[in-house]
């Protein structure tokens, strides 16, 4: 029989005290528990609705109308979709929300990104003042840009029809304007977070402002960029307001609509017809795209926010 002795590793393993957990006091305990619940509380407010209107989706009306409340579809009726998509014109809306959503959270990452670098970067006069007009911005309802919107959209739909009324090009810049402020606000916060050291680096070795900020800065700042990006993307994909004052052709020709627009529209203009499920279904096919995005960027989103938080 072989007669295994210790190693020395093994007695000072043994030899050390046992760090023991910090006892809780009962007011910690209860206040853990009740952390605990509220959050169990919370995923139950947001996940139930959710799951209410993702199975309401493959309903029948006759379900819907009878018994509302119910979970479980009696079966799959996977035509509820194809109404939506073909007769509710949801693949209309959605196509040109991805088409304004292109272009608005792009340029609005673009532009300010590189407004909140020079202003957390660079010390020139009137530095300040200028990053608290963005920051002034943040506390403006938009319900108070309705009718200057509105008006001024108007008088240029006649020598700008570009950026008249009923414009893809206009309710892009109107998103730029909108998201532009939160924008500046995050990402101002994390160029100032970021090493300066790797900037100067770039710049004794000869590269300009431009490329320092495009090849050095830009690529450090990246779990920010994916945060404020994925905010911006929910943040216009659900808008409703702006779409509704800027999208509202007067002269009779077809709106291009955005798809918040577009349920609205689903729900309104059933009057005596209860296309509940076709309904349902249209905001299945709304809530998807976002839960997806968030999904595959959750940890990124989470990096971004923690970063910019503990440096």
């Known amino acids: 029989m072989a007669i295994i002795t210790p190693t020395r590793e093994t ?4 030899s050390k005290p046992r760090v023991r957990a910090p006892k809780t006091t009962p007011t910690e305990r209860a206040l853990n528990v009740g952390a ?4 169990v509380f919370w995923a139950a407010m947001v996940i139930i609705p959710l799951l209410w209107v993702f199975l309401s989706a493959f309903k029948d009306d006759s ?3 009878r018994d509302p409340l119910s979970f479980i579809p009696n079966s799959l009726h996977w035509s509820n979709f194809r109404r939506a998509w073909s007769k509710g014109h949801i693949g209309d809306y959605l196509g040109n929300t991805v088409l304004i959503l292109a272009f608005g959270v792009t340029l609005t990452m673009l532009l300010g990104s590189m ?3 020079v202003l957390a970067r660079f010390d020139f006069w009137g530095n300040r003042a200028i990053y608290y007009m963005f920051v002034a911005g943040l506390t403006l309802p938009v ?5 200057p919107l509105y008006t001024n959209t108007l008088d240029m739909d006649d020598t ?5 009324i009923n414009s893809r090009v206009m309710l892009v810049m109107v998103y730029i304007a909108w998201s532009l402020s939160f924008t500046i606000f995050f990402m101002h916060a994390f160029f100032r977070t970021l090493d300066s050291s790797v900037a100067e680096a770039a710049l004794v070795d000869g590269a300009s402002h431009t490329r320092t900020f495009f090849q050095v800065m830009l690529p450090m700042a990246k779990p920010g960029l994916i945060s404020i990006g994925i905010f911006n993307v929910i943040g216009q994909w659900n808008q409703w307001y702006l779409p509704t004052v800027v999208m509202n052709p007067s002269g009779g020709e077809t709106a291009h609509k955005v798809l918040a627009q577009g349920l609205l529209d689903l729900s309104l ?9 076709g309904m349902f279904a249209g905001l299945t096919l709304a809530m998807l795209p976002v839960i997806a995005v968030y999904t595959v960027f ?6 971004g926010l923690s970063v910019s938080v503990t440096k």
Do not use: C, E, N
């Open 63 to 65: 379900q819907i109308i």
């Open 269 to 277: 203009s059933q009057g005596y017809k209860s296309d509940w499920s």
């Open 298 to 303: 959750q940890r990124q989103v989470q990096a």
């Open 115 to 117: 407004a909140a670098y």
């Open 143 to 147: 319900f108070m840009a309705a009718v």
């Open 36 to 39: 605990h619940s509220f959050l």
């Open 11 to 14: 007695a000072a393993a043994k």
């Open 160 to 164: 700008f029809p570009l950026l008249g």
